[in-house]
């Protein structure tokens, strides 16, 4: 996903913010709203850890996310993700969609669904389901 400054998409106040993700998870309940917000921070997180700032892939926002979750989370964080409707790595990938299609993430033509599918193992990086 971009985070160039000429690809970002228009800033949102925080209550139109908060309007788009109700909205978004109006529209597709798989995901709690709590995801989409995580989702943002990691993507911040893995921003910010780059040396230079520019685009980063759906691959690379996997690791990020798997990172910051297992930081964040700690021994937690399987249950968390299973709350927010995640279950596999497509599943943040249809998250990112989301929040492209009500543009709070931008892209690159390159920039696709597919490259959020099957990039890790769930069980390894999160620890397995009870």
């Not at 971009?2 to 597709?28: G, H």
Request: charged share 30%.
């Amino acid at each position: 996903m971009t985070q160039s400054r000429e690809n970002s998409p228009p800033k949102l106040s925080e209550a139109d913010f908060q309007d788009t993700l109700d909205c978004i998870v109006e529209r597709d309940p798989r995901f709690k709203r709590d995801s989409y917000i995580f989702v943002l921070e990691a993507l911040e997180n893995t921003v910010r850890k780059r040396p230079q700032p520019g685009h980063v892939t759906g691959k690379e926002l996997l690791y990020g996310i798997k990172d910051f979750a297992n930081d964040k989370f700690g021994p937690m964080v399987r249950t968390v993700i299973d709350h927010w409707g995640v279950n596999e790595t497509i599943d943040f990938g249809h998250i990112v969609y989301n929040l492209l299609d009500h543009k709070i993430l931008s892209k690159t033509e390159n920039d696709s669904l597919d490259d959020f599918k099957d990039i890790f193992e769930f069980d390894k990086a999160f620890g397995k389901v009870n």
